[in-house]
């Protein structure tokens, strides 16, 4: 009986065939060959998948209940083209999905994340320690490439020149401004809540002997206008989804504020096409409080503080790539992972690799760069591709 009710319920996840195995019987869902098969250990209940069929199925996933047979990438890809019919009770789930957008609660947030070890990332992300999307300009091209040409692509955004002030807002492990000193000898400033990603940007500042060139501040993007510090440039990378929907304003008048005239901000997020408040899985494991924008709702807010945008460009297919690569070079290091961690540590983290991966591949989620200027410059090129 409660074996039936789960599989009327999982019936409605139709649009692409596959097969679910229990204990002692099969069921096909959908018409036509199967593309996947699933076997369940342990079917979750009905209350937890009404509750957040997300959170039901991925900690199905981590704890061993649920096995795919074949690729967990491609299996995921042909699924989660069908999100919008998963279940989330949004008011049993308020606090997770609605949670505050305090100084104090995001900084945990963001440490939640970034500072699990630096040990752990350099496990499976490049030499470049670089968390965000490449750009792969050649089929032929390495991550390590892809990262290289992403921030060489952004540094030309930008349109640098020897002596101006940078700051990037979420600067990570620091590998954008050290590229940006060394290019373009700009005086940069970096800003993270990560006590992690601090300490290893100072390390590298110290061993590129450009501490003449560079600092790093712990310092939440809110407390920059304070600094009284003004800055030819400014560019985010990944960091506008720790932000929250509700402080999105604020956060485009903090960059303006520190922006001078004129002046160049490239923001660089994960975007999606309508507003969501985000998925109830990924917001209690991987990112608390992330929250991913829309590109209509950014271009707003820029547009009535006079930001003008002069540059919009998608790269969610590049994104795709590179997490793809990053799970092939989790896949090769899993062992370490699990001495590391867990068992369950793992699978919550190929999970989350391989299910980002496809829902940028079904257009789930987009990645959007942005480039503005505050308020007017007529002293930039006019060709697009400067």
């Given at each position: ?10 019936e ?5 065939p ?8 099969t069921?096909?869902?959908?018409k036509?060959?199967p593309?996947?098969?699933v076997f369940?250990h342990k079917v979750?209940s ?5 509750t957040?069929?997300?959170i039901?199925?991925g900690?199905a ?5 649920i096995?795919i ?10 699924f989660l ?8 009770d949004s008011?049993k ?14 900084k945990?947030?963001v440490?939640s994340?970034?500072?699990i070890g630096?040990?752990?990332?350099k496990l ?14 050649k ?13 060489d ?6 349109y640098?020149?020897e002596?101006?002030?940078?700051c990037d807002?979420?600067c990570?492990?620091?590998f ?14 970096g800003i993270t809540l ?10 590298r500042?110290h061993?590129e002997?450009l501490?003449?060139?560079l600092?790093?501040h712990l310092?939440?993007y809110?407390d920059?206008?304070k ?12 960091m ?15 960059v303006?504020?520190v ?5 160049l ?5 994960i975007s999606?096409?309508?507003e969501?408040?985000g998925?109830a ?5 991987i ?9 209509r709702?950014?271009?707003q807010?820029a ?12 790269l969610r297919r590049?994104?795709?790539?590179t997490?793809?690569?990053w799970?092939?070079n989790f ?9 590391m961690?867990d ?6 983290w190929e ?5 980002c991966?496809?829902?940028f591949?079904n257009?789930?989620?987009d ?15 006019m060709?697009?591709?400067?």
């Amino acid at each position: 009986m409660f074996e039936q009710q789960f599989i009327n319920f999982m019936e409605k996840f139709d649009s692409v065939p596959f097969t679910i195995k229990t204990q002692d019987h099969t069921y096909q869902i959908g018409k036509g060959e199967p593309t996947f098969s699933v076997f369940f250990h342990k079917v979750p209940s009905m209350s937890d998948l009404l509750t957040s069929t997300s959170i039901a199925l991925g900690e199905a996933y981590m704890n061993g209940d649920i096995e795919i047979e074949g690729d967990l990438y491609n299996a995921l890809n042909m699924f989660l083209g069908q999100l919008g019919k998963f279940s989330t009770d949004s008011k049993k789930l308020k606090h997770l999905i609605f949670p505050s957008l305090s100084k104090k609660t995001q900084k945990e947030e963001v440490s939640s994340h970034y500072d699990i070890g630096n040990d752990f990332y350099k496990l499976w992300l490049d030499d470049t320690l670089s968390y965000s999307c490449g750009y792969f300009s050649k089929d032929t091209d390495t991550l390590y490439d892809a990262q290289c040409n992403k921030v060489d692509r952004i540094l030309e955004k930008l349109y640098l020149k020897e002596g101006m002030t940078l700051c990037d807002i979420g600067c990570g492990w620091g590998f954008l401004l050290i590229e940006a000193a060394k290019k373009y000898h700009v005086h940069g400033v970096g800003i993270t809540l990560s006590q992690e990603q601090k300490k290893k940007f100072e390390e590298r500042i110290h061993e590129e002997h450009l501490e003449n060139l560079l600092e790093v501040h712990l310092l939440d993007y809110r407390d920059l206008p304070k600094s009284k510090r003004k800055f030819d440039r400014i560019v985010s990378v990944g960091m506008l989804e720790h932000v929250g929907r509700g402080n999105y304003e604020e956060f485009m008048s903090c960059v303006k504020s520190v922006l001078k005239p004129g002046g160049l901000f490239l923001l660089h997020y994960i975007s999606a096409l309508q507003e969501h408040p985000g998925d109830a899985w990924i917001k209690k494991y991987i990112f608390p409080g992330g929250v991913i924008p829309s590109l209509r709702e950014i271009i707003q807010i820029a547009g009535d503080m006079r930001f003008y945008t002069i540059d919009v460009e998608s790269l969610r297919r590049h994104y795709n790539k590179t997490l793809l690569e990053w799970n092939k070079n989790f896949q090769a290091h899993r062992a370490e992972v699990v001495e590391m961690f867990d068992e369950k540590f793992a699978r919550m983290w190929e999970l989350y690799l391989c299910a980002c991966a496809a829902t940028f591949q079904n257009g789930i989620i987009d990645l959007s760069q942005i480039l503005f200027t505050n308020d007017v410059n007529n002293d930039l090129p006019m060709t697009r591709w400067y």
